[in-house]
Every structure is written in structure tokens, then in C-alpha cells.
């Protein structure tokens, strides 16, 4: 899919790999400013900014900070003001997934979910409406899960946090929509990502495969698409909608 962010500031947090780092360089491609997050490694950062700059020949920059930090985040969009006065999407990619059973999840993994990928997506919403309101535009990504709607045994915590960001979506469309504003999520299944597998044996991911209508697990660029979509002028008058990307496993 070719799309025309030539010029537009594009900020993706948790970018540096798998759905995050898809769409980073989908974005690059249509010629955005792609701006880059990432939570461990400034080095890391640093080789995904250059990639993007080398292959793409945009404008890109890297900011390590923590989504679930309150003050790193509001002193990062200060940042992202003084560089460039605008903002035109925000895709909150940043997450993720501890499993375990209920009677035995513990308190600081359950925390750590929550704060990361619930908090942490109105952390980045809050401050990129006051950005994005000052150019009255705008387009918000929330990446949910289809968890978040369906459910899954041994990740009660985690769908809760996906759940949330459903929640989160419907009503900051409502509330952003006078400014236009644009929110709208994604919920992926099984996607081909290091996160997706993590603590599964091969046994595990097989059955799973077996439960997709479709046979397969999804590829990182197949959401990255669906979300450069939803930030494009070809969903002007979209919003407020979770769109579903698991290859009929929740059908």
C-alpha cells in the first residue's frame, strides 16, 4: 500500500522491533519524520534511527524513555515541540505480556502490564491530543490485542490491559473528535513477533496455528499496513473503531 506522510511527524513508541519497528519503516516509506521510542538500549535506538535514515533518506530521531514514566513522557512531547511544533500521529505500540494464571500472576508483573500498557497509552494520549489540538489534526493508534476482546486462559491480566485500551479508544474518539482528532485501534491475534511466542513451546504455537482459519500466523507488516491506513487521509472520516487482524481465529 503506497501512502503519501510526506512531511508529517510521526512518533511510534516501543519501535525498535517486531509491529513497532514494521511500521516505522512503513511510515518511513511515504516519507514522514518518524520518530522512534525505545525502553533498554540508547545503541539500539540509535541503529533503527540510522537504518531508517539510510534506506528512506528521511528525517528521524530516537528517544529512550519509559511509556509508564508520567514525567519522562511529558518531557519528551516538550522535546518533540521545540523540534518540530507539531505532531500528526501517534501510534501506541509500546507493551507487554507476563502470562500466568490468575491464583498465581505476581503482584509486580501484574503492576508492570498495566502500567506499561494501559498507562502508559494515556500517558502518550494525553499529551499528543494537547500537541495535536494546536494544528486541529491528528490521527491516534492504539495497538490493542484481540485478547482484549476474546480472552484467553493464562493471560487474564494482560487481556484486561488490551481491554482497557478499547475502552480508552471509544472515549477519547468522542471526546477528540470536535478537534479532529482521529483514535482508532488495532487488535492483532497470533502475529510473527518475539513477544507473541514468548514462553510458548513449539507445541503451544502449533495448536494455536491450528485455531487460525486462515493457517498461519500474521506478519508485523500485515498490522503495520492497517495501521498506516487508519493515519492516512483514506480514513479521514474514521474513527472511534478496533479493527481486528487475527486471520479469522476470533471468528
Not at 522512534?36 to 537504518?51: A, F, I, P, T, Y
Request: proline share 2%; glycine share 10%.
Amino acid at each position: 500500500m503506497a501512502l503519501n506522510f510526506k512531511d508529517q511527524v510521526v512518533l511510534i513508541t516501543g519501535s525498535t522491533k517486531g509491529i513497532g519497528w514494521a511500521t516505522a519503516q512503513l511510515f518511513a516509506q511515504g516519507g514522514a519524520k518518524v520518530l522512534l521510542n525505545g525502553k533498554h538500549s540508547q545503541e539500539s535506538l540509535d541503529n533503527r534511527v540510522d537504518e531508517l535514515k539510510d534506506k528512506f533518506g528521511i528525517e528521524s530521531e530516537g528517544y529512550l524513555f519509559d511509556v509508564s514514566n508520567h514525567d519522562a513522557v511529558k518531557s519528551i512531547y516538550s522535546e518533540i515541540f521545540k523540534s518540530y511544533k507539531r505532531l500528526d500521529v501517534l501510534v501506541n505500540n509500546a507493551g507487554i505480556m507476563n502470562s500466568g494464571l490468575l491464583g498465581m500472576l505476581q503482584k509486580s508483573k501484574l503492576e508492570e502490564m498495566l502500567d506499561v500498557n494501559l498507562k502508559g497509552a494515556i500517558y502518550n494520549l494525553q499529551f499528543a491530543s494537547r500537541l495535536m489540538g494546536r494544528s486541529k489534526s491528528g490521527s491516534i493508534i492504539n495497538l490493542c490485542s484481540i485478547l482484549g476482546t476474546q480472552g484467553s486462559a493464562g493471560q487474564a491480566a494482560y487481556a484486561a490491559s488490551k481491554a482497557g485500551l478499547l475502552g480508552l479508544t471509544s472515549s477519547a474518539a468522542k471526546e477528540l473528535a470536535p478537534y479532529n482528532i482521529r483514535v482508532n485501534a488495532v487488535a492483532p491475534g497470533m502475529i510473527n513477533t518475539e513477544m507473541a511466542s514468548k514462553g510458548m513451546t513449539d507445541k503451544t504455537i502449533q495448536k494455536r496455528i491450528e485455531e487460525i482459519g486462515m493457517g498461519r500466523l500474521g506478519e508485523p507488516d500485515e498490522v503495520a499496513q492497517v495501521i498506516c491506513f487508519l493515519a492516512s487521509p483514506a480514513a479521514s472520516y474514521v474513527t472511534g473503531q478496533t479493527i481486528g487482524i487475527d486471520g479469522a481465529w476470533s471468528l
